[in-house]
């Protein structure tokens, strides 16, 4: 699990964002209900204390302490309640309620708040036990006599029991709310980046072989629409300049082959020429070397444009390869016995692979002659061939003077030469192992090379068993028949979009 891919670091941003906007929402929430029923109950208790002064305080004079008294009672009992009242005129109480509900103490318990710089105002008190209460006071002041104060109270406890409830449920859903969005975004984002990765396979495949292949078109008419398209008139624009390279390759290889041939022919003419010197006699034989050097050039570079221009007509047949490779190393036998060079085969049985025997062997040569090349006097070559699962492994190691790590990637180029300064005679032209690159794909196979330099080298072709080959050619034939066109679209899409099949965005 890659935690730098696009779908990790979407998603994470995605549940990072939500989770500062549930945080937001979870204080402002908190505060406002907090703020909400303290506001409430401040005003339940004023409303409480103009109630009583506006219906029992200012008929007290003229109804009388009695009916007062009853009045009160019948509104506000002197028992267990969840709010208290206490109606004072100087230290006289003229009403208390009882016991408040929850708290172990009575209204008289409480301290009296009443004077004219607390009036209409709601107060705080606490109790021994750290318990909240408030109150809120009135004074009227009576036309006669002393003013009288209006106390009503209320604990914060139910207020303190919601706010508890509200966090522990803005506690527990924040995290369930962030698993979800997390799981869905990790799920959506694998559903919207699903055309991206059958992009990113296809394009895997593209210019394996070749670069016929295209893109498949995300008909959704947004970026990955765009970049399917964009891609693939990309890959057209390579494939243009790869076919116009191995034009100019062949064309110039077939037209070269006239001049050398009738080149050739002409010094050999001249050779016959009697009484010539013996200093122009050697430099027709130069000439002549030279000549076959530049045949051999041109043969060779015919020979890879076929091949990796599909044009190279291959007698594709069942071959085994263990008696193809022995075949070929005893022919090599005495080109190492020149060099004092021990030759090695680890081989069993018989495997198969659907190839053309001819460009087989030539590979096979190719890798021998390459590591006797560039193998000292009394050095080894080893050949072994093996099946590894549904590919048949061929390598040739040898205890040469190996390859330096920065040519490694390079062995396969046309021309290249690892040493420098080898001569043209023991140094080969360069395009052996660019030629076994192109059998090797044009079979399926592949061709790798390890080295350590003053050690020796690798090289290893993988080839696909014959009931491997029978499968992949199915699967090619079932792709070809499952492909479809897509019709020109409009402007510039029409070009590029006309070639390619379409996939769907979900």
């Given at each position: 699990?890659?935690?730098?891919?696009?779908?990790?670091?979407?998603?994470?941003?995605?549940?990072?964002?939500?989770?500062?906007?549930?945080?937001?929402?979870?204080?402002?929430?908190?505060?406002?209900?907090?703020?909400?029923?303290?506001?409430?109950?401040?005003?339940?208790?004023?409303?409480?204390?103009?109630?009583?002064?506006?219906?029992?305080?200012?008929?007290?004079?003229?109804?009388g302490?009695?009916?007062?008294?009853?009045?009160?009672?019948?509104?506000?009992?002197?028992?267990?309640?969840d709010t208290f009242v206490r109606v004072s005129r100087g230290q006289e109480v003229l009403y208390e309620t009882g016991e408040m509900r929850g708290l172990p103490i009575s209204a008289s318990a409480l301290a009296s708040a009443g004077d004219a710089d607390t009036s209409g105002e709601v107060n705080?008190?606490?109790?021994?036990?750290?318990?909240?209460?408030?109150?809120?006071?009135?004074?009227?002041?009576?036309?006669?006599?002393?003013?009288?104060?209006?106390?009503?109270?209320?604990?914060?406890?139910?207020?303190?029991?919601?706010?508890?409830?509200?966090?522990?449920?803005?506690?527990?859903?924040?995290?369930?709310?962030?698993?979800?969005?997390?799981?869905?975004?990790?799920?959506?984002?694998?559903?919207?980046?699903?055309?991206?990765?059958?992009?990113?396979?296809?394009?895997?495949?593209?210019?394996?072989?070749?670069?016929?292949?295209?893109?498949?078109?995300?008909?959704?008419?947004?970026e990955l629409e765009r970049l399917s398209l964009a891609l693939n008139r990309m890959i057209e624009r390579l494939e243009e300049t790869v076919a116009h390279n191995r034009r100019f390759s062949a064309d110039a290889s077939h037209e070269l082959r006239t001049p050398l041939t009738i080149i050739r022919g002409e010094l050999e003419v001249v050779m016959q020429t009697p009484m010539l010197s013996p200093a122009l006699i050697e430099g027709i034989g130069s000439a002549l070397e030279e000549s076959d050097r530049m045949s051999h050039i041109v043969e060779s570079l015919m020979t890879i444009s076929r091949l990796e221009g599909g044009s190279e007509q291959m007698a594709m047949m069942p071959v085994d390869l263990i008696a193809l490779a022995t075949e070929t190393l005893d022919h090599m036998s005495l080109l190492a016995e020149e060099k004092e060079i021990k030759l090695t085969c680890a081989t069993s049985g018989s495997i198969y692979v659907m190839g053309d025997a001819m460009r087989l062997k030539q590979v096979v040569a190719n890798l021998l002659d390459n590591a006797i090349k560039y193998t000292p006097a009394n050095g080894s070559v080893a050949m072994s061939?093996?099946?590894?699962?549904?590919?048949?492994?061929?390598?040739?190691?040898?205890?040469?003077?190996?390859?330096?790590?920065?040519?490694?990637?390079?062995?396969?180029?046309?021309?290249?030469?690892?040493?420098?300064?080898?001569?043209?005679?023991?140094?080969?032209?360069?395009?052996?192992?660019?030629?076994?690159?192109?059998?090797?794909?044009?079979?399926?196979?592949?061709?790798?090379?390890?080295?350590?330099?003053?050690?020796?080298?690798?090289?290893?072709?993988?080839?696909?068993?014959?009931?491997?080959?029978?499968?992949l050619k199915t699967a090619e034939q079932v792709s070809v028949v499952t492909?479809?066109?897509?019709?020109?679209?409009?402007?510039?899409?029409?070009?590029?979009?006309?070639?390619?099949?379409?996939?769907?965005?979900?």
């Open positions: 699990m890659n935690r730098n891919s696009l779908r990790h670091r979407v998603t994470f941003f995605y549940v990072a964002l939500l989770a500062v906007a549930l945080l937001t929402f979870s204080v402002a929430v908190y505060l406002g209900v907090r703020a909400f029923i303290t506001r409430s109950l401040e005003h339940s208790l004023s409303m409480n204390a103009s109630t009583i002064l506006t219906d029992y305080i200012k008929p007290l004079d003229s109804k302490s009695a009916w007062f008294q009853n009045e009160m009672s019948e509104s506000y009992p002197t028992g267990v309640s705080r008190t606490y109790t021994k036990s750290g318990q909240e209460i408030l109150t809120y006071t009135l004074l009227y002041r009576q036309p006669q006599g002393d003013p009288i104060v209006i106390e009503t109270g209320a604990t914060t406890e139910p207020i303190r029991h919601v706010l508890r409830s509200l966090f522990l449920i803005l506690l527990t859903g924040t995290p369930i709310i962030l698993i979800a969005a997390a799981l869905g975004g990790y799920v959506l984002m694998a559903h919207a980046l699903r055309p991206v990765e059958t992009l990113t396979e296809q394009a895997e495949r593209v210019g394996r072989e070749d670069l016929g292949e295209r893109l498949p078109v995300i008909p959704s008419g947004d061939i093996a099946a590894e699962g549904s590919l048949a492994a061929l390598e040739v190691s040898d205890t040469g003077i190996g390859i330096p790590v920065d040519a490694l990637p390079l062995v396969f180029e046309r021309f290249f030469r690892a040493d420098k300064t080898r001569s043209r005679g023991s140094g080969g032209i360069g395009l052996g192992l660019a030629i076994v690159k192109s059998i090797c794909i044009a079979h399926h196979g592949t061709v790798t090379v390890s080295s350590i330099e003053g050690h020796g080298t690798t090289l290893r072709v993988e080839l696909p068993l014959l009931h491997e080959w029978t499968a492909t479809h066109h897509v019709e020109s679209l409009p402007e510039r899409k029409s070009s590029v979009k006309e070639r390619h099949p379409v996939i769907g965005t979900h």
